[in-house]
Structure formats: structure tokens, C-alpha cells
């Protein structure tokens, strides 16, 4: 796939939202449902289509390591302060006809404004990506399938950088929380966007995804390493998993951020386009009838 010209992804990309998509007239409503942890209650902010139809597929979206709100909430976490990535993928999908759920994690578990950079080691084992975020996951797929607007086996997965990872292990035929490991009884497909891939040392040897996976990476990420997931992918696919690595050269973590800073960099502005692009074509395969 050819990305598009970069002097049209730059004057396009302000937000990641495709021109012939408009953003809602308001802010997601703030929904709440239980952790498959069986104790821990969470937040999440529902995009719902323009053009309604009876039912709809979903997508459940699965935050990174700096949680689900702006840098700049100051301290007010809710719908009008989301990260503006999330606000404009979540507006995407609502655009292409589904339900998005976009899912707080960090925040009911008291770490609303989520972690810095370089502070892995340090964040507590609550907020785990391998034991409990999968819990989180199952816990919002649960919640959709009780929802009369969402098709209950037509729901996907995504997760950029910590909720990448949390994503990965989520669709791992091992993930804690799952009921069956298949697509009609699990998640249909899963993105997943500059995930670390140590994953706590539990797929060294490669993961088996139960339902289709598609990776995401920068060459140039400064923070985490984009060898080791390609590594990762080369040992999953080796167990028979259908999951695909795609590198961007010259792009960073975050690229699709919509701020100015990632948006200079025209590597970022082509892999988003590109990413965009696969995305949505991705769930239109994974989640048709």
C-alpha cells in the first residue's frame, strides 16, 4: 500500500479523523461496568454512529501508559478532557458505523493521569498489562454484549503502547479472563499500536492469538524497542498465529498523535496515514457478518 502525499497528510492530519468524518455534537457519555477482576469497576466513554441501525459492531480501545485523559486535564477527568488521540480514533470509528468503547483502567484503580516515561518498574502491580488489563478487556466486552445497539460477536480490540501490550495478551489463547479462546465467543481481531513486547516474560517462545492480529511500529520509537516486538511477531507467526508486524522507518512512539509535536515529523504523519488505512480495513474484514 502506497501512503498518500505527505504535503496532503500533513494539511489533513491536524486530527486523525478522515475528512468525510465530523465530529460529534457531543462529548461520549461516560459509562460504568466491572473488571473481569471481579472487583474493580470502570469507566469507559462510548462513540456511537451518526446513522444509527438496530445493532452495529464494536470496538473496545485500550489505553497507554500515560491513561486516558490529556496531559493537559489539570486535574478534571472526564469526556471533555480525554486525549485528543483517543477522542479522534474513537470519532473514526463511530464514523465507519460502530459502537467504540474507550476504556479508563488507571483511573478507577487511583492513577487517573497515568505514568511517565521511564517509570515502568515503579508502577504497581495493580495496573498490570499481562495479569489484570486483559481483565479489563473481557470485562469491556462483557459490558457491550449487553448493549442492544452492538452485535455480541462482532466486537475488536485495540491498544497503543501499554494497552498495546495489554492487547497482545489479551488475545493470547492463555488470557486470563477469557471464556473460550475464539473469535465468536472472544474478540474478532486486534490492532495493536507501539506495544513494548516483554510482556513480563510470559511469551518469550511467542503467543498464540486465538482471532487475527496486526502490529503496528516506528522504527525510530524512543520508547520502547521495535526489534524485540518484530521478534515477538516472527515467533508468534512460527506457532501458526495469524498476526503481522508492519515498521514504519523514521516514525516514533506515539505517531499518531495528533499534537504538533509528533505531526513535524513527516515519518509520523505517513505511518498514521498508512496505519489509518489498514485499520479500517482491517476491522471491515474481522468484522463483517
Not at 461520549?28 to 471481579?38: H, I, K, L, T
Not at 442492544?148 to 501499554?162: E, F, K, M, P, T
Amino acid at each position: 500500500m502506497k501512503f498518500r502525499s505527505l504535503a496532503f497528510a500533513a494539511a489533513a492530519c491536524v486530527s486523525i479523523m478522515p475528512a468525510h468524518a465530523q465530529p460529534q455534537s457531543t462529548f461520549p457519555e461516560r459509562v460504568a461496568f466491572p473488571s473481569a477482576d471481579g472487583k474493580t469497576t470502570l469507566a469507559g466513554y462510548l462513540y456511537l454512529p451518526q446513522q444509527r441501525r438496530a445493532r452495529v459492531p464494536a470496538v473496545v480501545m485500550m489505553h497507554g501508559r500515560a491513561g486516558a485523559y490529556s496531559s493537559a486535564a489539570n486535574g478534571v477527568y472526564e469526556a471533555s478532557t480525554l486525549s485528543k488521540r483517543y477522542q479522534a480514533w474513537g470519532e473514526l470509528w463511530a464514523a465507519q458505523g460502530y459502537v467504540a468503547l474507550m476504556v479508563d483502567g488507571f483511573g478507577p484503580r487511583g492513577y487517573p493521569a497515568g505514568f511517565p516515561r521511564h517509570s515502568y518498574d515503579s508502577r504497581p502491580e495493580a495496573l498490570n498489562e499481562v495479569t489484570v488489563r486483559p481483565l479489563d478487556a473481557y470485562g469491556a466486552l462483557a459490558y457491550l454484549r449487553t448493549r442492544r445497539d452492538v452485535i455480541s460477536d462482532r466486537v475488536a480490540l485495540q491498544g497503543w503502547s501499554n494497552g498495546g501490550s495489554a492487547t497482545l495478551a489479551t488475545m493470547s489463547v492463555s488470557a486470563p479472563g477469557i471464556v473460550s479462546p475464539k473469535p465468536a465467543t472472544g474478540f474478532r481481531g486486534g490492532l495493536v499500536f507501539y506495544p513494548a513486547c516483554g510482556l513480563k516474560g510470559q511469551f518469550d517462545g511467542g503467543l498464540l492469538p486465538y482471532a487475527p492480529v496486526r502490529v503496528f511500529h516506528g522504527a525510530a520509537d524512543e520508547e520502547v524497542s521495535p526489534r524485540r516486538c518484530g521478534d515477538l511477531v516472527e515467533k508468534s507467526r512460527a506457532q501458526g498465529g495469524d498476526i503481522t508486524f508492519q515498521l514504519y522507518p523514521g516514525a516514533t512512539h506515539d505517531f499518531d498523535d495528533p499534537g504538533t509535536e509528533r505531526r513535524s515529523v513527516p515519518a509520523n504523519v505517513a505511518a498514521t496515514d498508512d496505519a489509518i488505512a489498514r485499520a479500517k480495513a482491517f476491522f471491515a474484514v474481522v468484522l463483517k457478518e
